[in-house]
């Protein structure tokens, strides 16, 4: 479907949408527009943020919407109350010229009583968080008699935050009938699972090819030692005066490093993780949407939902421990029709997780070179000079100035004017940069399975080892523990190090000298109802105290 126009749109959704600037379909709009053309069916995308993916839902909903009637129809569930909101605001767009037709976002940890207030006013499409959507219709409050649709946003997130119960729960108490839309990044067996049990003969739409990252995006690693990473990292962004971009981190700690080293060292920058309160939060993003930040540092939980469009570069200072989450960061540019970049600074042992990433994303990721110094001069001298070149100069304010500027400067001729502006603006960067030496070193072949299990490890700190009684049984991939461990440290900032998961237990390096404080905060925490347990672990061998016990009791038996 080429238009918008062909897909039988209501013309108050079609003058809505030229308002908003739309002008075709993005690929998964045509695909779904197409479908509900024709029929009504549950269907299955796979498509990344930034596809258009939010007009894809909304689109066949709002036009199926009778004013008139204020019950709510559809039920719309997003993993975060960032994306919540950006989606009632997408929505609120599209329905602008719709007149009776209403949306409510609902989240957590912020008034419940007045959002049962604002539910009486008769909204037709809810976007929720599943934790507070599940809370109003437990308390009758939202009524699903009538929905029609239920959409399933970045379902794949809303697993991995352990929304599992609370997506099937909702699903179970809607009608029968309604349709469900799910849309997916990736389509790990947990998404199949629910598609099985919950969607009805769906129809699989898939937006590029599968777990491919944006397709304007290129990718592309650099290897470097440990001790010059952050150097690395300072000429990839001095190479790219204008960059506007993520820096991806594995831990908050790390990500406050790193942006207290930025901001020192004169760059644009701010931190986002979890350890910033709602506002602190709400006020960074919007620092950073409004470009008054350039270079955001953010844990990969704190940076979901945050919708950017125009990021020129992802980089990620540290891999994800999943590839999934991989193509979740690298998705967050290239958006729009834009192209983007999607950086990796490694280390040279970790070429292997690298080749993995390029499997999963089914696109090469490519070596490159971190640029030398005179590189960088050359590029923001360009830089420079352009910008110079564009500057405005033709205001009254300056004429006015001018007789006294040409006084001051009579007796610098042009040439020695154009060289001392140029120089008072590269100087420092050309000092900096004198003695460069190039840190690009050839990526090694995978390090012995010891040295790869400790690489998350930072050198100077020194770590304890525990054993915790949560493990791959409890669906805990190595991204969920350490959203756990983050969540649960009473004490914010302590280095994290190896994570090894097994079975039913994980063994999790935390820096030395917190032991009391990190078992006491774990002693309070349940998980599903169950207590953790966190115990130090002195040897990679050792076992839980319970199975010591359980091996004794066999051997007695014996
Ligand atoms: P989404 O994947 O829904 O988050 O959309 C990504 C961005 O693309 C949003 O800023 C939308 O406003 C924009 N967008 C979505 N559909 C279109 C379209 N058909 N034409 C132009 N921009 C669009």
């Known amino acids: 479907m080429n238009s918008f126009q062909e897909a039988n749109l209501k013309a108050e959704i079609l003058t809505a949408l030229e308002d908003m600037n739309f002008?075709?379909?993005?690929?998964?709009?045509?695909?779904?527009?197409?479908?509900?053309?024709?029929?009504?069916?549950?269907?299955?995308?796979?498509?990344?943020?930034?596809?258009?993916?939010?007009?894809?839902?909304?689109?066949?909903?709002?036009?199926?919407?009778?004013?008139?009637?204020q019950s709510v129809k559809a039920i719309v569930l997003s993993p975060t109350r960032e994306l919540a909101l950006q989606i009632g605001n997408d929505v609120f767009d599209m329905s602008k010229h719709l007149s009776g037709v209403n949306n409510l976002v609902v989240y957590g940890g912020s008034s419940i009583s007045q959002q049962i207030k604002d539910l009486r006013k008769g909204p037709q499409i809810v976007v929720g968080t599943p934790g507070r959507t599940k809370d109003l219709i437990n308390r009758g409050k939202l009524k699903l008699e009538e929905v029609e649709w239920v959409v399933l946003d970045e379902a794949d997130e809303m697993l991995s935050m352990g929304f599992k119960e609370d997506l099937e729960y909702i699903l179970s108490q809607t009608p029968q009938?309604?349709?469900?839309?799910?849309?997916?990044?990736?389509?790990?067996?947990?998404?199949?699972?629910?598609?099985?049990?919950?969607?009805?003969?769906p129809l699989e739409i898939t937006v590029g090819n599968r777990n491919e990252g944006a397709k304007n995006v290129t990718h592309k690693y650099f290897s470097v030692r440990r001790k010059d990473k952050y150097p690395?990292?300072?000429?990839?962004?001095?190479?790219?005066?204008?960059?506007?971009?993520?820096?991806?981190?594995?831990?908050?700690?790390?990500?406050?490093?790193?942006?207290?080293?930025?901001?020192?060292?004169g760059y644009n920058s701010d931190t986002l993780n979890?350890?910033?309160?709602?506002?602190?939060?709400?006020?960074?993003?919007?620092?950073?949407?409004?470009?008054?930040?350039?270079?955001?540092?953010?844990?990969d939980v704190a940076a979901r939902g945050l919708d950017v469009n125009d990021l020129t570069h992802v980089i990620n200072y540290k891999l994800p421990d999943e590839n999934e989450a991989y193509v979740h960061r690298s998705g967050r540019t290239g958006r729009a029709g834009k192209s983007g970049l999607s950086y990796i600074i490694i280390e040279p042992g970790e070429i292997g997780k690298v080749k993995q990433i390029e499997k999963s994303l089914g696109k090469t990721i490519e070596a490159a070179t971190i640029p030398s110094g005179m590189d960088i001069c050359k590029v923001q001298l360009r830089d420079f000079i352009n910008k110079v070149k564009d500057t405005e100069d033709s205001t009254q304010e300056l004429e006015n100035l001018l007789p006294e500027?040409?006084?001051?400067?009579?007796?610098?001729?042009?040439?020695?004017?154009?060289?001392?502006?140029?120089?008072?603006?590269?100087?420092?960067?050309?000092?900096?940069?004198?003695?460069?030496?190039?840190?690009?070193?050839?990526?090694?072949?995978?390090?012995?399975?010891?040295?790869?299990?400790?690489?998350?490890?930072?050198?100077?700190?020194?770590y304890t080892r525990f054993f915790l009684n949560v493990g791959r049984r409890d669906k805990y991939q190595k991204k969920n523990l350490l959203e756990l461990i983050n969540k649960v440290l009473t004490v914010k900032g302590i280095d994290i190090g190896d994570i090894e998961i097994l079975k039913s237990y994980s063994f999790i390096e935390l820096e030395k000298g917190h032991e009391k404080m990190?078992?006491?905060?774990?002693?309070?925490?349940?998980?599903?109802?169950?207590?953790?347990?966190l115990e130090v672990a002195n040897k990679r061998t050792d076992k839980p105290s319970r199975n010591r016990k359980f091996r004794k009791n066999s051997k007695r038996r014996r």
Request: glycine share 4%.
């Open 177 to 201: 009938d309604r349709t469900v839309l799910l849309f997916s990044a990736t389509l790990p067996k947990e998404i199949r699972k629910i598609a099985n049990k919950y969607l009805k003969s």
């Open 23 to 69: 002008q075709k379909p993005t690929p998964i709009q045509s695909e779904v527009l197409a479908l509900f053309r024709e029929d009504i069916r549950d269907c299955i995308a796979l498509a990344q943020t930034g596809t258009g993916k939010t007009a894809a839902f909304s689109l066949p909903i709002l036009n199926s919407i009778n004013p008139g009637d």
């Open 274 to 299: 979890g350890d910033l309160t709602q506002s602190q939060r709400d006020l960074v993003m919007q620092k950073f949407r409004d470009k008054q930040v350039q270079i955001l540092v953010a844990t």
């Open 518 to 533: 990190a078992i006491s905060a774990f002693k309070n925490t349940r998980l599903k109802g169950r207590a953790l347990s």
């Open 232 to 265: 690395a990292l300072k000429r990839l962004l001095d190479m790219h005066p204008d960059i506007y971009s993520i820096v991806f981190c594995r831990t908050k700690r790390e990500t406050n490093d790193i942006a207290a080293r930025l901001s020192t060292d």
């Open 405 to 462: 500027i040409n006084e001051s400067l009579k007796d610098v001729s042009k040439d020695e004017l154009i060289k001392k502006l140029v120089a008072h603006e590269i100087n420092t960067l050309l000092d900096y940069y004198k003695d460069d030496i190039d840190i690009n070193v050839e990526p090694g072949k995978a390090r012995s399975s010891k040295e790869g299990r400790s690489r998350n490890r930072k050198s100077g700190v020194e």
